[in-house]
């Protein structure tokens, strides 16, 4: 389970900085509206770092609204597939699945198709942006125990290149994706899930 709920945060989405986004950053709050509900899809590889020593790599797909796909490599063997409805994780290595309903993750700000960052269901509780970098934390104001994401953009291009969640045993997770490509046509096979066949043992007759 504590390695279920270090990955989970990671595919579901701190920076010290200047304190929550006054009104000197509307511009640059409307830029990441504009950014998060422009993107049809992203494919990208990511690397996935724990402040507990952890890493983990692997393939990222996001088609918009609410599909992902998200494949570790080995050894983590770990595959999350969101259809739409609701999201599997399946550990290969156990070969155990687990259904997640979408309310209960923070990548609904991802996927979602028309967000709105207005500190009334989403709260901007931290800003910061130099000139290579703009970071924004969003807290869900009505969404129970779910904690809040840090989302973390290049500023030339501006596009996404990292989020940061704290999972339920206080562990920060980051993932930082690379090679990413946006808004290409991506197979709608990737974001269905089928389990994987129970192998069969062949006995031979005497």
Request: hydrophobic share 35%; glycine share 6%; aromatic share 10%.
């Amino acid at each position: 389970m504590k390695r279920l709920s270090g990955i989970l945060a990671a595919a579901f989405m701190f920076f010290g900085g200047t304190g929550a986004a006054g009104a000197q950053s509307a511009e640059t709050i409307g830029k990441i509206e504009n950014y998060l509900n422009s993107l049809n899809s992203l494919e990208a590889q990511f690397v996935q770092v724990s402040s507990n020593g952890g890493t983990a790599e692997g393939s990222l797909f996001i088609q918009k609204p609410n599909r992902i796909r998200m494949e570790y490599a080995d050894p983590v063997s770990v595959l999350i597939v969101g259809n739409g409805d609701y999201i599997v994780y399946h550990d290969k290595e156990l070969d155990q699945t687990t259904h997640i309903d979408y309310d209960d993750i923070p990548a609904t700000l991802i996927l979602a198709n028309d967000i709105k960052i207005d500190n009334k269901n989403i709260k901007i509780s931290d800003f910061y942006q130099d000139k290579g970098t703009t970071s924004i934390t969003l807290d869900y104001v009505q969404k129970g125990d779910i904690g809040p994401i840090t989302l973390i953009f290049n500023n030339s291009p501006f596009e996404l290149k990292q989020w940061k969640v704290i999972d339920p045993q206080r562990i920060e997770v980051a993932v930082s994706l690379y090679n990413a490509q946006t808004d290409t046509p991506l197979d709608a096979s990737l974001f269905k899930f089928k389990a994987p066949k129970k192998k069969t043992l062949n006995y031979k007759k005497k």
